[in-house]
């Protein structure tokens, strides 16, 4: 193993999950960076599954799909839209991905006979990866953020495989930090420290001591608080850190942290003189953030409304969009299955206040039908729409249905039996048995027909988009649905499958077969959001929108 000069940074959680290790671990890639170092992260996931990709969103929140094709936690989502860091599968690291690779080894026979135990076959494979990533390049730090709680059995592999890097690398190459709980008690008003003491001493049980303790809190930390804290967890009172609740946008915690010190003392740590931060594009996004100009209503018709974690970098990728228009963003939230049960597809009064339309992706026939309505309603009055994956799906069967005289047209997913089968599966797809990691994964070519509104909004010929997703638009019917106005405006040149289709007689109604949400970034908003969200706030001003 040769890291040269990279350093490690170890990010624990204590008390509960949700704390914001990600946002947080995210945040100090994003201060390093500002102070000229070069980054990667690592989320180290202490579930069996080999990824997120057969877990439900309700389960998990969304599945973030890296350019090469890895599907991972949402946090590299965060790590990507917060730093630059070439991220890729090997930055998303699970329990079922270790004992896998141990296991296939014992198969194998190359541990030559020997007893295959947690220590050291499973931590030693735990730090292979971990320095597998420092290898892979010039990088001056490596950030690992630990999944679960310090306590769960799940993760004490993970927490004994970092203990023996330190061990390994000594403490001027490894920081630890530990993210825990200061509750307040809700009618004394009274913070208590006692579950971050609770929580310090199981992980020091463990052989690791924390350098910084990051305190989440509804209010900064006393001076006599941090000084308890600090005299309880065996830590210095100025690495004791308040890591305050942010009510507006969590684009504000980066330098929150920064002026608690954050960045500085973990400089110290390794002994580097701290430089002057310097993140000017993070500064301007900030800035158009604080200064809307006008407000837009955006309704989200999807399947797992009820979960915010399950279109994370949807709601993340409105946002920039909106902020890249100055505009302050509001969110309406529609359960799709609602508008089958509780509405019977009668949508005209759930859309009458908001400006544009998103349908996101999804898998299974529920909800369906009312994602289905939805696209009627939005194209028949001139209402921007946004379809993404299974939005771009539910508008092709609108299309073929209403616009085509396809009756009773469906995608193969929901109705094998039907007479047009406008989605459907590719025959390579077809012959798949397992479901995981088996989809259409990763960044693939898109070429972008001239005259049309992506080619505009991209302003290039061609581009590279992630995609997530088994079915396709069935090409047969490419030239009926061009006669009846819907146009393909991208195409993958490779395999001719098509990854754009637009409406020529509409004001806004663009959809893609890929992912555009997992590209974008505060300080480089997706021009197929900000294209939205414009035309959304056209709309609004009575230069789009038609009347029923």
Known sequence: MNTKHTRFIFVTGGVCSSLGKGISTASLGLLLEGHGYRVSLIKMDPYINIDPGTMSPFQHG??????????????????????????????????????????????????????VQVIPHITNEIKKRIYDVATDDDLDFVLVEIGGTVG??????????????????????????????????????EQKTKPTQHSVKELMELGIIPDILLCRTNRPLSADMKSKISLFCN????HVISAVDIASSIYEIPR?????????????????????????????????????????????????????DSYRSIYEALGHGAVANRATLEIVRIDSEDIEKKHKLNVKGLFQKVDGILIPGGFGNRGIEGKIATVAYARKNGIPLFGICLGMQCTVIEFARNACGLEGANSSEFDPATEHPVISLLEEQEMIETKGGT???????????????????????????????????????RELFEENGMQCSGINPKSNLVEVVEVRDHFWLVCTQYHPEFKSKPTAPHPLFVGFIKAAIDSQKGKGAGSE
Not at 160 to 179: C, F, K, P, S, Y
């Open 62 to 115: 969304e599945v973030y799909v890296t350019e090469d094709g890895a599907e991972t936690d949402l946090d590299l989502g965060y790590y990507e839209r917060m730093t630059n860091a070439r991220l890729t599968r090997k930055n998303s690291v699970s329990t079922g991905q270790i004992y896998h690779a141990v296991i296939e080894r014992e198969r194998r026979g190359d541990y030559l006979g020997k007893t």
């Open 235 to 238: 830590v210095s009172e100025r």
């Open 439 to 477: 989809m259409r994964l990763g960044a693939y070519q898109c070429d972008l027909r001239e005259g049309t509104k992506a080619r505009a909004l991209y302003g290039r010929e061609s581009v590279m988009e992630r995609h997530r997703h088994r079915f396709e638009f069935t090409m047969r019917y």
């Open 152 to 189: 769960d059995i799940e993760s004490i592999p993970f927490l004994e495989a970092i203990r023996q890097i330190r061990h390994d690398l000594g403490v001027a190459r490894v920081l630890n930090v530990h993210l825990t709980l200061i509750p307040t008690i809700t009618v004394a008003g």
């Open 256 to 308: 929150m942290l920064h002026e608690n010190g954050y960045d500085a003392i973990v400089l110290e740590h390794f002994g580097l003189a701290p430089t002057e931060l310097s993140i000017p594009a993070w500064d301007s996004f900030m800035d158009a953030l604080h200064d809307p100009q006008v407000t837009v209503r955006i309704a989200v018709v999807g399947k797992y409304i009820s979960l915010q």
